[in-house]
């Protein structure tokens, strides 16, 4: 195999990204390895919400940079991505999430991004199955949307090879190739590919290549899921989707069906050496988990949302996400090992802030300055860290169940 200016290990939403970004900064010869096919293991599975206000201003800044990705690649491909911008409604009850989102509107408008506030009735009024109680806050971003993260990752990827990028599907890496602390490119399947940068984008499989190489990253692969509701003339494809933090809950709309998540009390974690290559068939937990936590968050959800024992539940979608014990991104330089970068811990907005890391990593690829402050993603903000242990991966899964936004 011949040598690459810049190796991407992983072909999901972010792998894909940054060899988009690299394409377009002309970063000589980008290549991108995937063990299977592009997208086809988590980033498929990923309700794709593209919310815009975060409390982190740099996270609003990553999201806001996928929007402009998007309307980018449009004119390259020269074919819609789909986006469905129906706007979103956060929505808080307790006191202490009015605070939270008064900050969350605080940080949105020190970025300019759109916002209003609407009466309980207003909000009910867009959203006929959503029941609010009064004194209820509601901020709504008018222009938010989500996305099919599978056709946003094939769109990367497509940009990417059209600017030059080589992507190469059904190639599995090996190992990650290392002498006098500086990498010197990867072993896959097919032989060796020589390279000064890799970037380990490996997404629930980052973990372990580093492992191989005496890092600990710091991330575990922790289940998450959603449910789907049959068919009803409640839900309409125009409803914005809709996070409820009281509910530890997030919702939006199937065509006329509706998508809602639930962030269980107990996350479930999953040793990645245990992981295949292939995930379409590993059970994740227990088949008993689905109904257990679909009854535990029925209290919690049922006042927000009262017909949907009426309505039933036709699917369960459970897969796999990247989790730090911080909740937030893993991102940037390899301490040690000079030309390794890694993207990874997604922690469940992967698909919203691609656009961003896939910028900001590839302008480090490049040796420039990324556009965004990553600090607060630094890969050793732990110290060392043992992501095979028992313990790491609790604390990450408590991550995910500590989580309340969408």
């Known amino acids: 195999m011949k040598g690459a200016d810049v190796i991407i290990i992983g072909g999901g939403i972010l792998g894909c990204a940054i060899a988009y970004s690299l394409s377009r900064m002309k970063a000589g010869r980008v290549v991108l390895l995937e063990s299977r096919l592009l997208a086809e293991a988590n980033t498929s599975r990923a309700a794709g919400l593209l919310t815009q206000a975060r409390t982190l201003p740099v996270l609003c800044s990553l999201v806001l940079e996928t929007y402009l990705a998007v309307q980018q690649i449009e004119e390259t491909l020269g074919e819609s991505l789909e986006l469905r911008k129906v706007g979103s409604l956060h929505v808080a009850v307790a006191e202490q999430e009015h605070e939270k989102l008064k900050k969350l509107a605080e940080t949105a408008a020190g970025l300019d991004i759109r916002t209003e506030w609407l009466k309980p009735e207003n909000a009910m009024g ?10 209820a806050s509601v901020l709504f971003t008018p222009e938010d949307a989500f996305a099919d993260g599978y056709l946003l990752a094939q769109a990367y990827a497509g940009a990417a090879k059209a600017n030059g990028a080589t992507i190469l599907q059904n190639r599995a890496v090996r190992g990650i190739r290392v002498s006098n602390g500086a990498v010197k490119g990867v072993q896959t399947s097919e032989g060796d590919l020589t390279g000064s940068v890799v970037i380990d984008a490996a997404g629930v499989w980052a973990g372990l290549l580093a492992w191989d190489l005496g890092i600990g990253m710091p991330m575990a692969p922790v289940r998450s899921h959603y449910w789907i509701t049959a068919a009803d003339p409640l839900f309409d494809r125009h409803q914005p989707f809709v996070i409820l933090p009281d509910a530890r809950a997030y919702t939006r709309p199937e065509g006329n069906r509706l998508l809602f998540g639930l962030r269980e009390s107990n996350g479930v974690s999953v040793d990645p050496r245990r992981l295949p290559e292939d995930l379409s068939g590993f059970m994740i937990g227990r088949p008993e988990d689905e109904q257990e936590r679909l009854i535990e968050g029925f209290p919690l959800l049922h006042p927000f949302f009262p017909d949907l024992e009426k309505v039933g539940i036709a699917h369960y979608i459970t897969g796999l996400s990247t989790y730090t014990p911080d909740g937030l991104f893993a991102l940037g330089p390899v301490h040690g090992i000079k030309g390794f970068l890694a993207a990874t811990g997604c922690c469940g907005a992967g698909i919203a802030a691609s656009g961003g890391i896939g910028r900001a990593i590839a302008e ?28 790491f991966q609790k604390r990450c899964a408590d991550a995910r169940s500590r989580k309340v936004s969408g």
């Open 126 to 135: 867009r959203v006929p199955w959503l029941k609010l109680p009064y004194g």
């Open 364 to 391: 480090m690829a490049a040796g420039l300055a990324p556009s965004y402050d990553l600090t607060p993603f630094r890969i050793d903000r732990f110290g060392p860290v043992d992501p095979m242990s028992e313990g």
